[in-house]
């Protein structure tokens, strides 16, 4: 396995820096990160997107370290014109292949926004997922991009759910980035979930949280509450209650040899959460 680092990671570095998602190429390379992905480009003023793209791709390759995925939202379910935001996504895919990444994370919905359905089922909203990724990866395979969801957003998040994606749409170009921590998000045990996920991967984040029980007082601020009112907190990876390393050796056992990207998304400072984030991630993958 190889080492990544999500854009997203650096985010509250670029809020209080000013820095873009150009600035965060080179110090990822100096970290030591084998790789790099991006969630949702945001162009400096009067550029394109996809020249924007091309910009970043041209310093990935400066500072040798390769932009293997993208990450961009997508709602298959609550979109006013489904072809409109099926052809949108598949856009998205140019975006990837500029970047010089070989794969695509989209959503696939939130869930119902719509209380007129709110009785509704995941069975009920199913068939539509499965035709809103099956049209994207179609697409995408034609100019050599590979797109996956990730189990994110609490509607489809635990992995029964998501594999029951996989199974719809049924295609290799499609699969699963499989995040070890956004399980929780869903009160679905990671150990378990990670099992099941394993042999879809294409992508994997290693993300960790600190964990309080929904029972307790509520902590607080940096906290949130999972689907079920679990509260949860980003941590440095290696240091929350993630069972990271057995996850680890769970994707491992399946065949996967891919990148595990670290998504960090707590309140300590970025750059040196990374660091050691990094520093425990290498000697987790050394170990397996």
Known sequence: MKTCVSSYSFSNYMRKTGANQKDIISIAAKMGFDAIEFTDLSAPEGMTEMEFAQILREESEKCGIPIV???IGADFLNCEDFDAEVKRVCLK????????ATGMRHDATVGYKDDRKKYSSFDTALPTLVKGCKAVTDYAKTIGIETMVENHG????????VERLMGGVNDPNFGWLVDIGNFLCADDEPIKAVGVAAPFAKHVHVKDFHVKSGSEFDPGKNFFTTRAGTYLRGAILG?????VYQCLKTIKRSGYDG???IEFEGIEDNLSALETGLENLNKMIKSL
């Open 69 to 71: 995925n993208y990450t």
């Open 93 to 100: 895919a140019d975006v990837a292949k500029a970047l010089g």
């Open 154 to 161: 609490q509607f489809c998040q635990e992995s029964a759910r």
């Open 239 to 243: 240091q929350g209650n993630v069972p």
């Open 259 to 261: 990148y595990v990207s």
